[in-house]
């Protein structure tokens, strides 16, 4: 059974920063594409971050040199580091992982930055 476990997320002021965490089971990071979306109220889902079984890494436009992927295969981990955090970053964030045509989610983890 796969599970994703979201944490890290909080109040920030702007320009601050953040490390979000995803632990997953059920699923071996070390095989697997990992992503990143956001959803802020009212808008639709995005990609933010994605990163490559073999640790090549993508980027929304939106926040390409702010924020960084990672992952730790020992401890079948992804991390989002988020820098330089402006209000249009508010959302809530969630870790997913597409196996076949089933997307897996985590519960999400909400990110709100103030001005």
């Known amino acids: 059974q796969v599970q994703l476990v979201e944490s890290g997320g909080g109040l920030v002021q702007a320009g601050g920063s953040l490390r979000l965490s995803c632990a997953a089971s059920g699923i071996r990071l070390s095989i697997r594409t990992m992503n990143w979306y956001r959803q802020a109220p009212g808008k639709q889902r995005e990609l933010v971050a994605a990163?490559?079984?073999?640790?090549?890494?993508n980027y929304a436009d939106s926040v390409k040199g702010r924020f960084t992927i990672s992952k730790d295969n020992a401890k079948n981990t992804v991390y989002l580091q988020m820098n330089s955090l402006k209000p249009e970053d508010t959302a809530v964030y969630y870790c997913?992982?597409?196996?076949?045509?089933?997307?897996?989610w985590g519960q999400g983890t909400q990110v709100t930055v103030s001005s």
């Open positions: 997913n992982s597409r196996i076949l045509v089933i997307d897996y």
């Open positions: 990163i490559t079984s073999g640790g090549s890494t």
